[in-house]
């Protein structure tokens, strides 16, 4: 009898299914890892799921509260060396941004305090909800901010109760399997389990998949382009999606210009534009327009005329059947290397900006890159509804600049993302300069928003019945 694949599938994961993983064959035994960096994925998943078994059984909440802080003290010191091994690696960005990056998730990703238990006391008896670890998690991190997701996933997730197997992007590979080794050091040296947080040293599509069929692995996290979220999504686990974003900025005509030609450089200049949240696209008022244009020249930007814009297309952007997309060798890359490449010397520019319609690639497709196009309209109507069309519905991140509250309040209710920014960069929305927590992993696809310890728990209730505990 021909068995085909979907059989053959169905038998692995029955047998997977029924393995006592506390008491496994000889077969199943793992090879020891490089201080959580393993060569099979099988054996990553292993290590990670024994040691979240101990997280769970043989430490206390105080115990994750007192090893994440070290992690935190080991990281603030090695953040100015991650960053530069980043940007040698990735050849993205700029290391003095990505040194703000790691202290931003050093420094303000919450770890157990957002664990609140909730009760309920009433003549039914006493409930209480806690946030409980799913297991084991399988986590996908991008190239643009590799080890920064590394950091923040790391802390979020144990501080859940979780171990964590990483599937990092092959374009940072080495960063990143350098940090989990610190953090794993940082983990034992404090008395916390082995292999808490792993991954295989050859990351690849193949070892994503077989994460996703293994039964070990609770949930899946994936952080990086919607490619590879849907696949997650279809993968038919658990899944918490942070995907792509081309996050609009309007601005209008009651605007204070100065203040936002000041915060859309800050932004949209930061890293080079690798942020997912930061600015993409400014729809303004034309009543405005020159105004922004000339403040965001003294801010430092550089005008972009039309002809050196189309020469900046030829090799910044590609077309594949009839559609533009991004020519990944040029992302992050600084301004100045975009200038030098059509003849003109300027290497201190952070940021590049040009006029264009409203349907311009460089608008309508999510470029990561320090080139910022700024579109006049006459009326807010046009720019909602420009700035709608170009953020696709990937609800992500939207900006304005305004004194009008009915205007921002108007935008915010059409935009509907995740992250929405008044008179700032959206750079705040994060933390960075800002309120709030920090987060590398922004779920909008799947709803859990700005991630925290909390999205990676299962909300579990116990109900002691009969009035029990009450002294009223």
């Known amino acids: 009898m021909d068995i085909g694949a979907k059989e053959i599938e169905l038998i692995v994961r029955e047998v997977l299914a029924g393995i006592n993983w506390n008491n496994p064959p000889a077969a199943f035994i793992p090879a020891q890892g490089d201080h959580g960096v393993f060569e099979q994925v099988e054996d990553a998943i292993w290590a990670a799921?024994?040691?979240?078994?101990?997280?769970?059984?043989?430490?206390?909440?105080?115990?994750?509260?007192?090893?994440?802080?070290?992690?935190?003290?080991?990281?603030?010191?090695?953040?100015?060396?991650?960053?530069?091994?980043?940007?040698?690696?990735?050849?993205?960005?700029?290391?003095?941004?990505?040194?703000?990056?790691?202290?931003?998730?050093?420094?303000?990703?919450?770890?157990?305090?957002?664990?609140?238990?909730?009760?309920?006391?009433?003549?039914?008896?006493?409930?209480?909800?806690?946030?409980?670890p799913f297991g084991v998690i399988g986590a996908i991190t991008p190239s643009t901010n590799p080890t920064e997701t590394l950091i923040n996933n790391t802390i979020s997730m144990i501080a859940g109760g979780n171990s964590v197997v990483f599937n990092v992007h092959p374009g940072a590979k080495n960063c990143c399997a350098h940090c989990l080794k610190l953090i794993n050091g940082t983990i034992v040296e404090n008395g916390g389990p082995a292999n808490l947080i792993?991954?295989?040293?050859?990351?690849?599509?193949?070892?994503?998949?077989r994460m996703t069929e293994d039964p070990r692995i609770r949930l899946m996290v994936g952080t990086?382009?919607?490619?590879?979220?849907?696949?997650?999504?279809?993968?038919?686990?658990?899944?918490?999606?942070?995907?792509?974003?081309?996050?609009?900025?309007?601005?209008?005509?009651?605007?204070?210009?100065?203040?936002?030609?000041?915060?859309?450089?800050?932004?949209?200049?930061?890293?080079?534009?690798?942020?997912?949240l930061a600015e993409k696209e400014v729809f303004v008022m034309e009543s405005a327009a020159d105004e922004l244009i000339w403040q965001l020249q003294q801010e430092g930007a550089y005008l972009l005329q039309t002809d050196q814009l189309n020469d900046i297309m030829t090799f910044a952007m590609t077309t594949k059947d009839g559609s533009y997309e991004v020519n990944k060798s040029w992302v992050g890359k600084d301004a100045g290397l975009f200038l030098e490449a059509i003849g003109v010397q300027n290497k201190e520019v952070r940021l590049l900006i040009c006029e264009t319609d409203k349907a311009h690639p460089f608008v309508m497709v999510e470029q990561l890159m320090p080139i910022l196009p700024i579109v006049r309209l006459k009326t807010f109507e046009e720019c909602v509804k420009s700035a709608k069309d170009a953020e696709s519905g990937n609800r992500h991140t939207a900006s304005i600049f305004s004194r009008n509250v009915d205007n921002m309040t108007k935008f915010a209710k059409e935009i509907e993302t995740t992250i929405f920014t008044k008179n700032g960069a959206t750079l705040k929305g994060?933390?960075?300069?800002?309120?709030?927590?920090?987060?590398?992993?922004i779920a909008g696809p799947t709803g859990e928003g700005l991630t925290s310890a909390r999205s990676f728990t299962r909300r579990r209730r116990c109900m002691l019945a009969e009035g029990g505990l009450r002294i009223i």
């Open 198 to 209: 792993t991954m295989q040293k050859e990351p690849t599509m193949e070892a994503v998949n």
């Open 49 to 132: 799921d024994a040691a979240q078994r101990q997280w769970v059984n043989d430490y206390k909440v105080e115990d994750r509260r007192r090893i994440i802080e070290a992690i935190r003290s080991m990281a603030r010191n090695h953040a100015e060396s991650l960053a530069g091994l980043v940007q040698e690696e990735t050849g993205m960005g700029r290391k003095e941004d990505k040194i703000q990056k790691h202290l931003a998730v050093i420094d303000k990703t919450p770890g157990v305090e957002c664990l609140i238990t909730e009760a309920i006391s009433g003549d039914g008896g006493l409930m209480i909800e806690e946030y409980a």
């Open 224 to 276: 990086g382009g919607m490619g590879m979220v849907n696949a997650l999504l279809r993968s038919g686990k658990k899944t918490i999606g942070a995907g792509a974003g081309n996050p609009p900025v309007i601005v209008d005509d009651t605007a204070d210009i100065a203040l936002a030609a000041r915060e859309i450089y800050l932004g949209a200049s930061f890293d080079n534009n690798l942020l997912c």
């Open 430 to 441: 994060v933390g960075i300069g800002g309120e709030g927590h920090t987060t590398m992993t």
